[in-house]
C-alpha cells in the first residue's frame, strides 16, 4: 500500500522562527506534492505544490522535493500564530488520487 | 470565480439510513473527488468523477456511490450508514487531464456527518 508519512507533532516554534515540516512517501513514481493547510473545523487549503527537485519558494513558505530520498519538506519563515494549524502533505497518485499522510500539528507560541 | 460549494455543513443521521451529500465544483474545472477524513487523521480517497464517469475509486464499500452532472457537480450516496461512517466530507474540484499545472484540487467547506 502506498503511503504518506508526517509526523504527528505538535510542532512548537516561536513566533518569528521557522518552522519545519517534514513528509516522506513510499511510491517512487510519484510525479506532483501537495501541501495544505488546515485549521481546526475547516477544510485543507492549498499551500502550494511542488513537481521538481529542489526548492520553491512562495512568500514565507519554501517547498523542498528530493524525489531519490522520496523526501518532501514545507519551511515556514517568520512564523506567526496565525500559522498554527495542521499542515498535511499529500502525493498525487497515477488516477489523480491524492494520498495524504495524517498531518503535523504546528503550534506558533507569540 | 466561484470556489467550491458543499451542501449540508452538518448532517446527524441515524444507523441503517441512508444520505446524499452535495457539491459544486469551482467554475471551469471538469473532475470532481470525494474524500472522507475521520478525526485526527488525513482525508482518505473515496472516488473522482469526470465527464460524469466514476475515474478511479479507493479502498470503499459499493454502498458509497456517486454521481456527476452535465454541469460537473456532484453527489455523494452513502447508503446503509454505519458508526464508523462519522466523518467529514470532502469534495475537491480540479481541472485534470490538461497540460500544464491544472491537477491541482481545491477543497470545498465540506459536510461534517454525524452517525448515531
Known amino acids: 500500500q502506498k503511503e504518506v508519512e508526517q509526523n504527528s507533532g505538535p510542532l512548537s516554534v516561536p513566533e518569528g522562527a521557522i518552522a519545519s515540516l517534514n513528509c516522506t512517501y513510499s511510491?517512487?513514481?510519484?510525479?506532483?506534492f501537495f501541501w495544505y493547510r488546515q485549521y481546526s473545523g475547516k477544510s485543507p487549503e492549498l499551500i502550494m505544490f511542488?513537481?521538481?527537485?529542489g526548492d520553491k519558494e512562495d512568500g514565507r513558505f519554501t517547498a523542498q522535493l528530493n524525489k531519490a530520498s522520496q523526501y518532501v519538506s514545507l519551511l515556514i519563515r517568520d512564523s506567526q500564530p496565525s500559522d498554527s494549524a495542521t499542515y498535511l502533505c499529500a502525493v498525487k497518485e497515477y488516477g489523480n488520487k491524492l494520498v495524504f499522510g495524517a498531518g503535523t500539528i504546528l503550534r506558533v507560541k507569540s | 470565480e466561484t470556489g467550491v460549494t458543499q451542501s449540508p455543513t452538518h448532517l446527524i443521521k441515524t444507523r441503517g439510513q441512508q444520505v446524499t451529500l452535495r457539491c459544486s465544483s469551482q467554475?471551469?474545472?471538469?473532475?470532481v473527488s470525494w474524500y472522507q477524513q475521520a478525526l485526527g487523521q488525513g482525508p482518505q480517497f473515496i472516488f473522482q468523477?469526470?465527464?460524469?464517469?466514476?475515474?478511479g475509486r479507493g479502498n470503499f464499500p459499493p454502498r458509497f456511490s456517486g454521481l456527476q452532472f452535465p454541469n460537473y457537480s456532484s453527489e455523494l450516496n452513502v447508503n446503509a450508514l454505519e458508526l464508523d461512517d462519522s466523518a467529514l466530507y470532502l469534495c475537491?474540484?480540479?481541472?485534470?487531464?490538461?497540460?500544464?499545472?491544472?491537477?491541482?484540487?481545491?477543497f470545498g467547506p465540506g459536510t461534517r456527518l454525524l452517525v448515531l
Open positions: 511510491d517512487r513514481g510519484s510525479q506532483s
Open positions: 468523477y469526470y465527464r460524469e464517469e466514476e475515474n
Open positions: 511542488i513537481y521538481s527537485n
Open positions: 475537491a474540484s480540479s481541472l485534470e487531464f490538461t497540460s500544464g499545472t491544472g491537477e491541482t484540487q481545491y
Open positions: 467554475s471551469g474545472h471538469n473532475t
